[in-house]
């Protein structure tokens, strides 16, 4: 079974601090992406990566950045983290059906 | 871009019963539907999913019916359990454009009452 992987289950974060999510997928998948999900908005596209070095705007890109330096792992960088990035943050692969990871919830204080 | 519309937000159904969740979209190119299912503390699970060459798609007790013509497919979860509450989502893909093109509804909060 595929598989994504996200490093942190939970995390708080000052305002201002700059923030790493990691995610890494183990099925040599080209396609990655980050999404944000909150209640009653679903899932909203942030970035996403076709391939190793290459990304793309999502729906929602402000405030955020991503990084691929390799192909099985899609880091996504707060680079000032605000309040309003306080949410559930989803990472999938695959081209047809993504697999996502379990989540991170962050909370930013 | 594509839009997708998923009713109802919030769904409770006894035990037994049979389940409806409905989604539309807006891009008539939109080929590929699939469904997720979110557990407490989990990320979504792709359940089902359906492409626009069929018209239904049955696995044991859920099935999924497209309408291209309506622009709207669904979700048919027959004989609820309680493992089966959970939030649902929508999605639709369409084919041009980059990998980027699955859009998500808004999800479904299924209760399923013992």
């Known amino acids: 079974d595929v598989k994504v992987t996200q490093s942190s289950r939970y995390l708080v974060k000052r305002t201002g601090e700059k923030v790493f999510l990691e995610c890494v997928q183990d099925?040599?998948?080209?396609?990655m992406f980050w999404y944000r999900q909150d209640p009653g908005l679903g899932l909203r596209l942030i970035y996403f990566s076709y391939d190793v070095k290459m990304k793309e705007k999502g729906d929602i890109p402000e405030g955020y950045s991503v990084s691929r330096e390799k192909k099985e792992r899609f880091s996504l960088i707060l680079e000032s983290a605000s309040t309003n990035q306080t949410s559930m943050y989803l990472c999938?692969?695959?081209?047809?059906?993504?697999?996502f990871g379990s989540g991170t919830r962050l909370t930013v204080v | 871009g594509e839009n997708v519309e998923q009713h109802p937000s919030t769904l409770s159904v006894q035990e037994g019963d049979s389940a409806v969740i409905k989604c539309t979209y807006s891009?008539?190119?939109?080929?590929?539907f699939p469904w997720y299912k979110q557990e407490l503390g989990k990320g979504p699970q792709l359940i089902i999913d359906?492409?626009?060459?069929?018209g239904e798609k049955k696995d044991q007790r859920i099935a999924v019916t497209l309408n291209k013509t309506a622009k709207h497919f669904s979700l048919h979860i027959t004989e609820t359990q309680p493992e089966d509450s959970a939030v649902y989502f929508c999605?639709?893909?369409?084919?041009?454009?980059?990998?980027?093109?699955?859009?998500f509804g808004s999800g479904t909060q299924l209760t399923v009452l013992p």
């Open positions: 099925m040599d998948h080209e396609n």
């Open positions: 891009d008539s190119a939109s080929n590929y």
């Open positions: 999938g692969s695959g081209a047809g059906g993504y697999t």
């Open positions: 359906i492409r626009s060459n069929v």
């Open positions: 999605a639709a893909r369409a084919p041009s454009g980059s990998a980027r093109q699955l859009t």
